[in-house]
């Protein structure tokens, strides 16, 4: 979010794309929820929110554990600069989409074409 970027900016930006939730069931334009219960709506933010954070520890520890074997130190500064060799992107790209897979497959087990489902990484679709 760029510092001039009003509220009312950056939600329309967030949500460009995502129109197709408004037919989900529950949806509540500004508060949405799918299930009857809300406390399963708030379980599956929070579970979303540590994979989320678990993700980025991962990463930087791969990235940390890289650093050390080719560099022999590491530094917060080295980290945050770090770009990834073409090999390590696809690595990571293959780890990152395993950890999904494991930690969200139970939602689409039982419907349709569940081995078929696309999953997402963050916001950028894995092909």
């Not at 197709?20 to 929110?49: A, N, T």
């Not at 917060?76 to 696809?90: C, H, N, R, S, V």
């Not at 939602?107 to 569940?114: A, D, K, S, T």
Request: glycine fraction near 6%; aromatic fraction near 10%.
């Amino acid at each position: 979010m760029s510092k001039n970027e009003s509220p009312e900016a950056r939600a329309k930006r967030l949500s460009e794309g995502l129109d197709y939730v408004k037919d989900l069931p529950g949806f509540e334009r500004g508060h949405p929820h799918y299930f009857r219960d809300p406390m399963i709506d708030h379980l599956l933010e929070i579970v979303m929110q540590l994979s989320g954070e678990l993700w980025v520890t991962r990463d930087r520890q791969m990235v940390t554990e890289y650093l050390l074997a080719t560099e022999g130190k590491v530094t917060p500064e080295m980290i945050e600069q770090f770009k990834p060799p073409a090999e390590m992107t696809e690595k990571l790209k293959e780890q990152r989409k395993t950890f999904t897979r494991r930690v969200f497959q139970c939602l689409y087990e039982g419907l349709p074409n569940h081995d078929a489902a696309q999953f997402f990484s963050g916001v950028v679709k894995d092909d």
